[in-house]
């Protein structure tokens, strides 16, 4: 089975701040991992995937994550927060099979200070 | 890009009444449809998967009889919720898995459906 723990209900930092968003996920196969960000009563917009290639990911709007194994974490950051990133970020699982559900975490709401 | 069109996005009904929302892949095809709902603050959960031509798998807790999924097209899943009472009132999103696509997953926009 799969899941993923987002830590922080609630993240605030400055404009400008780094922004750090954690995840640690559970997966007894090899997984893949994703963040997607959801504007009010919006879809969702992925930012970025993990899919056994390179460890770093880089995604759109300047954000990244790290795929650590050994830390069974994909923390995403970004080096720099804009107004515009405030929004809910939820980090997903699925395993390493074509076509399964995705498992969300229970997302975390992104405040940005002026 | 893949796109998947949700409609309604937004429908106001009375309790009793049923109400259907669509789900259309535009310019792939959807083999499986996956359907979530998400009540405000929270995440989104897992209601059902379904297939093209087959039977929708439901998760545990979810009522098959008042969540009735139907996939008869390659590029067409709806969800009829039945007999809507307040507590159905939530966020309904659909999102179809690309394979080709190294495993993306298209999400639709999401229907607000309130039940009165």
């Known amino acids: 089975a799969q899941s993923v723990t987002q830590l922080g209900s609630h993240v605030s930092v400055s404009e400008g701040a780094l922004v750090l968003l954690r995840c640690n996920y559970s997966s007894s196969v090899p997984p893949y991992l994703f963040w997607y960000v959801q504007y009010p009563n919006q879809g969702l917009q992925l930012l970025l995937k993990y899919t056994s290639a390179a460890t770093l990911v880089k995604g759109i709007n300047g954000f990244e994550a790290e795929f650590k194994k050994s830390e069974t974490s994909f923390h995403l950051t970004k080096p720099s927060a804009h107004m515009s990133d405030a929004a809910e970020y939820f980090c997903?699982?699925?395993?390493?099979?074509?076509?399964?559900?995705?498992?969300f975490g229970s997302g975390t709401r992104l405040s940005i200070r002026p | 890009g893949a796109v998947v069109s949700q409609h309604p996005s937004r429908v106001i009904c009375k309790s009793g009444t049923s109400v259907k929302i669509e789900c259309r892949s535009l310019d792939f095809q959807a083999t499986t449809m996956f359907w979530y709902r998400q009540f405000p603050k929270q995440s989104l959960m897992l209601m059902a998967t379904?297939?093209?031509?087959?039977?929708?798998?439901?998760e545990q807790g979810v009522e098959k009889d008042k969540f009735l999924i139907n996939h008869a097209s390659l590029t067409l899943s709806t969800l009829t919720v039945t007999s809507a009472h307040p507590e159905d009132s939530s966020f309904y999103i659909c999102s179809a898995p690309q394979i080709t696509a190294d495993y993306g997953y298209t999400f639709g926009s999401g229907t607000r459906l309130t039940v009165v």
């Open positions: 379904s297939n093209e031509g087959s039977k929708a798998t439901y």
């Open positions: 997903a699982v699925t395993p390493y099979s074509s076509a399964s559900k995705i498992i």
